[in-house]
Structures are given as structure tokens and as C-alpha cells.
């Protein structure tokens, strides 16, 4: 196990990770706002995906094990529907909100959002890729 | 000893270099494929650590240049958030060395590398 608290020099590299989550949020941001606007195109879809995909392979490595699960459920869910960005927007809107909210909460806390394990909707989600 | 490492993602290539350097290892970062591609001569390499998503060129196109390069015997641990059997075939069949799933816990990155390079 990694310990953090007793590594100056790594510790910043955890805190550089954290604050790279506000601009994964901002990209996340205009996803939804784009299934919002109709605009939810093949580009878009595989763009969210790559967000995901990469969200899923590094969180957890920073002590962020939440935010790598419910990235990884996205990322097998997209990579499962095959009618892509024509599938079930309300669906995907349920899913990135979700996201949106494990990141904002790891912003604001700067801690792993635990709580979101339980969320409904996490349980739809994991229900729905197994 | 020389490490090349090929990893878009900023946090965790600074992750992954700092572990190695507290264990000795001198890291050279490549920041996708293609400047991974161009490295391959540039130093003698005891390990190259390749994730597969990258921009420009991905890990699978890395791996087939290596393994029909003339430096096809440095050892390759790839890593990738996709543990899916199809993918782990497909780097064996290509000639990765180790494969490690994303995401990983530093430390045994770090053990699994010690292992790898001092065979």
C-alpha cells in the first residue's frame, strides 16, 4: 500500500491528480450539455468514453477507489450498448450525473466519495453491465 | 538503468516515474505511441512500460514495432484499464512480457518492475 501522508514529494503528486479533476468536470460538463441539446453525436460519445476510460484506469491508483468503480461501470456500459450515442439518453444522463457527482464530491472533500458505492443509481448501473 | 515509459496521462506518468526513481531508476517519458516509437534507439532500454490507450499511436502498434525492430528483446509490461482475456491474449501474442490492469497500486508497480528488470 501506497502511503501518502508520509511522502511530501508524492503528496503532491496526489494533490496535482485531485486538482486535474476539476478540468475532467468541465469535459464531463459538455458532454451533458450537449445530450442536453440534442447534439450527443458518435464524436462526443467516444470522447466521454476515452474521459471514462482513463477516470477509470487512474483514480483508484490515487486513493480514489469510487470514482474508479463508477467510471468503470460507464465505461463497460458504453462499450456494451451498441446503439451508442442513439441509445437511451435519460440513461446516459443518469450515468454522467452520477459521475458528475463522485467528481465534484472528490473535489470539494478531496477524499474517495465512499457514500456513492450505495447510490441507486450505482446499483442500476453495475445491474446493467453484469 | 534506463526505463521507457509510455503513458499519456500526466498524474500517473509522474506517479509511475517517481516510484521508480526512489528504487533507482532513471525514467524517460514518452507522452504517446509515436514518441515511444522514436525512443526506441535512443538509449539502451532495460524495460519499456507501455499503457495501450494513447493518441497517435496506441500500445498495440508500439508493441508489433517493437517486437519487429531491432530492439525487440527489451522486456515489455504493459498496462491497461482494460483486464478484459481478450486484450491480456492479445498482449501475449504480441510479446508483452507482464501485463498489469489498471488501476494499480504504486508499490507493487514498483516490485513487479524490480522483478522484471533484475532477471
Redo the contacts between chains.
Sequence with gaps: MTDWDSDPDLMKIKVEFIDSLSVRLEMLLQFISKIALGAFDSDSFEGVQILVHKLAGTAQSFGFPTLTLISAAIDDAMTQDENGPAGDWVQWLGYFGLLEQALRCSIQVRIDPLHLADDPKMKELIKATH | MHILLAED????A??IS?KLSLEGYSVFLAKNGQEAIDHFGSRDWSLLILDI?MPIRDGWQVLKDLRSSQWAKVPVLVL??KGNQKDITNASELGATQYLR??????ELAQLVKKMVDL
Excluded at chain 2, 496521462?9 to 500517473?12: A, G, R
Excluded at chain 2, 489498471?102 to 508499490?107: A, E, G, M, T, W
Design positions: 496521462e500526466e498524474q500517473i509522474k506517479l517517481y490507450m491497461s484499464a489498471k488501476p494499480f497500486d504504486p508499490s
